[in-house]
């Protein structure tokens, strides 16, 4: 049986045999002793995106009392859950969110506690996702960006519309009428500013 600790763009963690290209964490949210999930579903605010591989270290999964391991199809997925690049495996990658996020955002100087903070007020609303109103049309989204349309979950690429699944992504034909925005606004401008997250090689249709 699969764990439960893939996560999906609404946020929400689910059970699959599909692993996605990146982990990350959001602090320490399982039982080692049974690899179960807890009640709560982050004890931190600092969401983090990381590599899978880095410097040949293995972490087995839910095994002990440390950060619980989830894991993500993509990046554009992981941004739309509320989670950002690490500094530490994925130093490059984090500064040059960071420099996107000042530039889209007009600000300098800015903290990763800082992104944490604003992070946490645009991914929940009592608890649960936060959906945002798209600032322009679907079609002017930068790419990797993602939106909801009642139970299902888009990536936005080249102004087309790709569902979301747990195994990859599929060029979707319909029109969206009210898609809203799942990716939370301070990091869509991040993303308009000039940072192209990592896709699933699916996302090419």
Not at 87 to 111: H, L, M, P, Q, Y
């Amino acid at each position: 049986m699969p764990l439960q600790n893939r996560v999906t763009p609404l946020g929400d963690i689910i059970a699959t045999p599909h692993r996605g290209m990146f982990t990350g964490n959001r602090g320490i949210i399982h039982d080692p002793a049974t690899k179960t999930l807890l009640n709560k579903r982050w004890s931190t605010p600092a969401w983090i995106t990381c590599l899978c591989e880095f410097r040949g270290w293995r972490r087995p999964v839910m095994a002990r009392r440390s950060w619980t391991e989830l894991f993500f199809l993509d990046e554009a997925t992981a941004f739309a859950a509320g989670h950002r690049p690490c500094f530490f495996c994925r130093r490059d990658d984090a500064k040059r969110f960071r420099a996107a996020w000042e530039r889209g955002n007009e600000v300098t100087g800015i903290s990763a506690k800082a992104m944490d903070a604003a992070l946490h007020r645009e991914r929940l609303d009592r608890g649960t996702k936060r959906l945002h109103a798209l600032p322009v049309p679907l079609a002017e989204l930068p790419d990797g960006a993602m939106v909801q349309q009642g139970e299902r979950s888009f990536l936005v690429v080249q102004g087309r519309a790709f569902l979301w699944s747990a195994a990859g992504y599929v060029a979707d034909t319909h029109e969206l009428t009210e898609p809203m925005l799942l990716t939370p606004p301070s990091t869509l401008r991040a993303l308009s500013a000039g940072y192209r997250p990592v896709l699933h090689r699916s996302a090419s249709g």
